[in-house]
């Protein structure tokens, strides 16, 4: 826990209550509430959590204002340009950049538990080929917790460890056989003698009728785009696996439930509704309708990839994954995609808009990743479980800080209750 060395004075009815400041290392101070309901008997109210840190945590920050993600203090710019995706994984679960032995064992270990028990084939095989891949990966993942009973148990540090690792390593193997299972071809077993990335792309897109070769240049890029999504500190569905995870649920159902969180399209989802945005907008000349809607309060219609709770600057997965878009598309021979051509003057012209100016909208990690992902053959339905495989390493870094925490009670908020007083049941003949 932080030092206190303030405290703020709240006075309600005459009565003060001292409420202790706590210093973060970066970041706003945070004002303890915790003692406020037992001596004043209020409640604070913060809907959508937009002002309520609800952990302490070491793992993530991000500097809004700046635009800066930094995953145990290392920026994602270096992270993204100078490591990779499974090293980047070792730093979030450990704390510090391994040691070249300690990564050679890691790497060892991930790779090991990229197999899925046979029989969760048959479990694939129970969804409607139709089926959205991100809901088949709610199920699975879901229910890994019945086909890997040796790791479920939350107070034994040694199951969570081989929890951990199974979760990291097999996820690309669910991501893949769910696409395989939509596309209706057979599934692909992982390979130990290829990286992660590689590895991915090979069960995505290998078919028994022929040899796969593993472009290097996908692989890196698909390596870089799991680094950018790798974790996020205490977004939507991050804070739904750590509320899950404090009733003491098993970490495969807590997983699956922050699957399930990161669909929404205000979220994970944003990545496929930005594409089909993008690819719907279809020329620079019709840009204009679109931003004249966004910026309509009677329409619906938001800017996907647009905005974010926490960036008022670039957010820089942003930078790099345009920088990207552009390497991929051009060492791919792709010349002129009109897509990334829409995309680009979007961005322009909303930047330049006093509307997305004033409200300080940026791009998001997920106004380019689409047009990566979809250069490199993946339909749009895959976009939302790669962002999903990608941050599973940072959901499972924070369930286990979570659960090494002293401070660790049952998530539970309340509420500003404004429905009807008690009143008596009234017999069907007399309503
Ligand atoms: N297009 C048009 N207007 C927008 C947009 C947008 N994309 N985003 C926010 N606004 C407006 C919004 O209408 C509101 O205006 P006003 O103050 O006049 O009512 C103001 O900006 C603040 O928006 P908010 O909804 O109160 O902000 P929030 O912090 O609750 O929402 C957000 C953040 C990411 C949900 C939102 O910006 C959004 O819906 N963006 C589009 C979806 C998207 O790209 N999501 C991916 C986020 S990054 C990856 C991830 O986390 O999964």
């Known amino acids: 826990m932080a030092e206190t060395k303030r405290t703020a004075t709240l006075t309600i009815d005459g009565v003060s209550h001292e409420l202790p400041i706590y210093s973060p290392t970066a970041g706003p101070d945070v004002i303890d509430i915790r003692k406020l309901y037992a001596e004043a008997g209020l409640f604070t109210y913060d809907p959508g959590f937009t002002s309520t840190a609800s952990c302490d945590s070491t793992i993530t920050f991000i500097d809004g204002g700046k635009g800066e993600l930094l995953h145990r203090g290392y920026p994602i710019d270096q992270l993204a340009g100078k490591s990779h995706y499974l090293e980047v994984c070792y730093l979030l679960l450990y704390g510090e950049l391994p040691s070249a032995a300690e990564l050679e ?19 694939f095989r129970g969804f409607r080929r ?3 891949p991100m809901a088949v990966m ?29 979760l990291i390593a097999k996820m690309p193997t669910i ?8 596309v209706g071809q057979p599934f692909v077993y992982p390979r130990n003698d290829l990286d992660y990335a590689s590895n991915f792309l090979r069960m ?47 970490p495969f159902a807590c997983i699956a439930a922050g699957i399930a969180c990161l669909w929404g399209p205000a979220h994970g989802g944003a990545n496929q509704a930005c594409l089909e945005m993008l690819q719907e907008i279809g020329s620079v000349d019709r840009i204009p309708e679109y931003i004249a809607r966004a910026k309509d309060k009677n329409d619906p219609f938001r800017l996907m990839g647009f905005g974010h709770r926490v960036y008022k600057n670039f957010d820089p997965r942003a930078k790099v994954m345009k920088q990207s878009a ?3 598309l051009d060492l791919m021979g792709i010349e002129n995609n009109p897509v990334l051509q829409v995309a680009k003057e979007l961005e ?3 930047l330049d808009d006093p509307y997305f100016a004033d409200k300080k909208l940026f791009p998001n990690v997920d106004f380019y990743s689409g047009i990566i992902l979809e250069a490199m053959g993946f339909p749009t339905s895959m976009f939302t479980p790669i962002f999903a495989l990608s941050r599973t390493v940072g959901w499972i870094s924070q369930w286990k800080e979570q659960l090494g925490d002293p401070q660790m009670k049952i998530g539970r908020p309340r509420q500003l209750y404004l429905g009807e007083t008690h009143r008596d049941y009234v017999d069907i003949e007399n309503r």
């Open 130 to 132: 139709d089926a959205h």
């Open 204 to 250: 995505c897109f290998a078919v028994p009728a022929e040899e796969y070769e593993v472009d290097p240049i996908l692989s890196r890029a698909m390596d870089r785009i799991f680094t950018l999504h790798a974790d996020h500190e205490q977004n939507a569905s991050t804070s739904t696996v750590r509320l899950a995870s404090s009733s003491g649920a098993n």
């Open 138 to 166: 709610v199920g699975v993942v879901g229910a890994m917790s019945a086909f890997y009973h040796d790791s479920t148990d939350i107070n034994d540090e040694w199951q969570r460890e081989v929890a951990s690792i199974r």
């Open 105 to 123: 064992d890691f790497e060892e270990r991930v790779t090991k538990h990229t197999m899925l028990h046979e029989q969760m084939q048959n479990f």
């Open 348 to 350: 322009k012209q909303a």
């Open 175 to 182: 991501a893949a056989w769910a696409y395989k299972y939509h």
């Open 326 to 328: 552009d390497e991929v």
